[in-house]
């Protein structure tokens, strides 16, 4: 149990020191610089105070020979490693110099402390190690060897080992800091290249949507156009064939085939006018600017308006429920027509034979739904029926629809604060739009509100 105590806090220790990662090249640089640059100053420095103790000139410039070899060498050695672990050992020789100079007065001791923290910039562990073990190898060998030449006050010469002991704790004091903060800068470091990695894996993912949103407008534009184009031919290629028969040979035509060709033009322009409502209210949409009025309509009223326009052929295939007079609610009018239209052309497009209309109210609800006996809708698919350009159903031998109408219908519902949806029940589709009952808005003392038919 011992051991592993002893082994768990040894596996604490490591992993609080520095992992010495290795400095940015520029940043390293400019250390590197600045260190070079204080061991540079020193050598002037340590042969002014040489010259103005007793030591002969020839044995200082021997021992200044030692740095500027250091700092020679430096300058010979291309490595990143034997250039700091050089400048180190310049720097602390001449912290050993300093001492030696000045006869071990205390205060030159000083210097190593200052060197000690300026080596810690490399954030190596080889430079400081080499430091270091100049700091021990000068307090313990000399200082004991020679205690006259690191220590001038009468204790330490006395007894040089304890004060050796005594130096070497408050060095490590300072290594102990030096390291501290070297781990922490490595720490803050870590934490900013996480959330540089973070903001750029966010700004990629954000630029690989927005991509990725640009090749679906393009598809849809691709796509919309393809639609647009064929859906707007067939009625148009209608409407000019008739309209130009109409012109050139009126004359021939008898009064039934005028009022066939007339009808025919009429229903054709109806479904243009659609088409073209509904790829304006997609475009505005887009922007935010479609325009929606609340006002009290009255349900029955505007789906009579639709149904009546529609052609013969269809117009006997819907059946309106009983119960539509009197059903109103908080909508646009223009807009509850436009989706009541989809609804039904949906119906009749692709729904079975029977199609009908039915109305429902509540306190808060009031629910208009368009049922038709087609096939039933997949469930994984009634949702998509709502998006642009996706169609459920095979079309056959009709021409293919933009694909906008349900969209759309769905879109004006939700800006009327309602909601549109789709269901199957007892063999039936149904599209069921719902809009904030009439009764919700309470005309003020005075006011009366009107119905919008």
């Not at 490590?172 to 990695?197: D, G, K, P, Q």
Request: hydrophobic content about 45%; aromatic content about 6%.
């Amino acid at each position: 149990m011992a051991r592993l105590a002893v082994t768990e806090h040894l596996n604490a220790f490591r992993h609080w020191l520095p992992k010495g990662t290795r400095l940015p090249g520029s940043s390293w640089v400019a250390r590197h610089r600045l260190l070079l640059t204080v061991a540079w100053l020193n050598v002037p420095f340590l042969g002014i105070i040489g010259l103005r103790s007793s030591i002969e000139p020839a044995h200082l410039a021997t021992e200044l020979s030692i740095v500027l070899v250091l700092l020679t060498g430096v300058q010979v050695v291309e490595t990143r490693t034997y250039k700091a672990v050089l400048t180190a050992l310049a720097l602390v020789s001449c912290s050993g110099l300093l001492v030696h100079l000045t006869d071990g007065l205390i205060e030159s001791h000083f210097h190593f402390f200052v060197v000690i923290a300026l080596i810690s910039l490399y954030r190596d562990w080889r430079p400081l190690a080499v430091g270091l073990g100049f700091v021990v190898a000068h307090h313990s060998i000399v200082g004991v060897l020679s205690p006259a030449d690191v220590f001038n006050h009468p204790a330490a010469l006395a007894h040089p080992v304890r004060w050796a002991l005594l130096h070497g704790v408050y060095v490590m004091a300072l290594t102990t800091v030096v390291i501290a903060y070297w781990r922490f800068s490595e720490s803050l470091e870590e934490a900013l290249a996480r959330e540089e990695a973070l903001r750029r894996g966010a700004e990629a993912e954000k630029h690989l949507m927005e991509t990725e949103r640009l090749e679906h407008l393009v598809r849809s534009k691709d796509q919309f156009v393809a639609s647009v184009s064929h859906e707007l031919r067939t009625p148009l290629a209608a409407v000019m064939g008739f309209a130009e028969i109409l012109r050139d040979d009126h004359a021939d035509l008898s009064d039934e085939e005028r009022w066939e060709l007339t009808t025919t033009i009429a229903e054709e322009a109806y479904d243009l006018a659609g088409i073209v409502e509904d790829l304006l209210v997609a475009a505005r949409a887009e922007i935010d600017s479609v325009h929606i009025s609340r006002v009290v309509v009255d349900l029955g009223a505007n789906c009579a308006q639709v149904v009546e326009v529609l052609p013969e052929i269809d117009r006997t295939r819907i059946q309106v429920k009983q119960g539509a007079e009197g059903v109103r609610a908080i909508a646009d009018p223009v807009r509850v027509r436009q989706i009541i239209r989809n609804l039904i052309t949906n119906a009749i497009r692709y729904g079975g034979e029977q199609v009908s209309v039915e109305f429902t109210t509540s306190e808060t609800r009031t629910v208009l739904t368009v049922r038709d006996n087609g096939k039933e809708i997949p469930p994984a698919e009634r949702e998509r029926i709502f998006l642009p350009y996706f169609s459920a159903h095979d079309p056959g031998s009709l021409p293919s629809a933009v694909g906008l109408g349900l969209t759309v219908s769905r879109q004006l519902a939700e800006m009327m604060g309602g909601r549109l949806a789709y269901s199957f029940s007892d063999g039936w589709s149904m599209f069921s739009l719902e809009l904030p009952s009439a009764d919700l808005l309470e005309p003020a003392v005075g006011e009366s509100v009107g119905v919008t038919v």
